[in-house]
């Protein structure tokens, strides 16, 4: 009888903890948030250009961690993102270069789709984890960026392209703010109200039992695989736009935040969990890190510390009981 009673207790607790989780990144986000408009009342961080800025720099983050979270909710990763955004950046601008706008939209989206497609592909037929196949593709990414500019920039000229994708908007709201809108909106959708999502959140809870059910985990993983492909690259557009011009340096270490801004926003490191709201609040809670730590005056090393200590609270607040 004893043992019966605590039984209850227990699974309380559990919900309780699982409860807990599930609003630690909001909390988060207002104690640094209410912290830096103390301490740097003084510096500008409350001033409205600055935490425009904030959401305009961190609008990639948020766009790679919406394709992010299906794939660690699926239960893989892909560590292929920041590299998948530079060569896209870099694609985009040479076919804009020589064959104007709509051809470049469209290279740069190809090359997402492409990539995502291969992870997919070793992924789900070839059975590689996709931890390997993706830090492989990120170095085969990276170095075809570099190779096929020769390490120069890659100019964008198309003041169309550039005002869409970057410096432009729409009356007062930036067009990368209109992005990440848009990117998160339709993620939030998909996940949460089709059945495309519920497979997904299935397949990374218990593929078995997910394909017990009819569902091919195949299929789910590759398309998740290949839709953060897209995402990654679109975002290398994003940053081809707000810097007009193509460069294989674009997105660099960009997986690290994207990884961590998905999983302080809830989503769970071993599947089946996921939220887009909760990752885009994760992101935009880093780079509220990022320009605090900016306006303090710490160098870059510092906020490299920074950064790998808030990757690695995030593992541990992922971690399931």
């Not at 790679?64 to 530079?86: N, R, Y």
């Not at 190809?110 to 789900?124: C, H, M, R, S």
């Not at 550039?162 to 703010?177: T, Y």
Request: glycine share 14%; net charge positive; with cysteine.
């Amino acid at each position: 009888m004893p043992d019966a009673d605590r039984t209850p207790g227990r699974r309380l607790a559990a919900l309780q903890g699982l409860e807990w989780r599930n609003y630690i990144i909001y909390i988060g986000f207002a104690a640094t948030f209410l912290f830096f408009a103390v301490t740097l009342s003084d510096s500008g961080f409350l001033n409205p250009s600055n935490l425009v800025n904030i959401v305009n720099q961190t609008a990639t983050i948020s766009v790679i961690a919406v394709g992010m979270t299906f794939v660690i909710a699926s239960a893989e990763i892909d560590l292929s993102v920041g590299a998948v955004a530079g060569l896209a950046s870099v694609t985009t601008a040479i076919a804009i270069s020589h064959f104007g706008l709509i051809p470049g939209i469209v290279a740069g989206l190809a090359t997402g789709a492409a990539i995502g497609a291969l992870n997919g592909v070793l992924v789900t037929v070839v059975r590689i984890p996709s931890f390997l196949v993706t830090l492989g593709m990120l170095g085969i990414a990276h170095g075809t960026a570099q190779w096929i500019t020769k390490s120069a920039p890659q100019p964008i000229l198309n003041d169309t392209y550039n005002a869409v994708f970057g410096s432009g908007g729409l009356g007062p709201i930036p067009s990368l703010i209109i992005w990440t809108f848009v990117l998160v909106l339709i993620g939030v959708i998909v996940l949460n109200k089709t059945a495309f999502g519920r497979k997904v959140l299935a397949t990374g809870g218990n593929r078995m039992a997910a394909e017990f059910s009819g569902i091919s985990t195949k299929k789910i993983k590759f398309a998740v695989l290949m839709a953060c492909g897209v995402t990654a690259a679109l975002a290398g557009m994003l940053y081809a736009g707000r810097l007009s011009s193509g460069r294989y340096q674009w997105g660099t270490g960009d997986e690290l935040s994207a990884i961590a801004a998905v999983i302080l926003g809830g989503t769970s490191l071993a599947g089946g969990r996921g939220s887009v709201i909760g990752a885009l609040v994760g992101s935009l809670m880093i780079g509220l890190i990022n320009n605090g730590l900016i306006l303090a005056g710490l160098e870059a090393s510092q906020q490299e510390m920074i950064r790998g200590v808030i990757i690695i609270a995030a593992v541990a607040l992922g971690r399931r009981k």
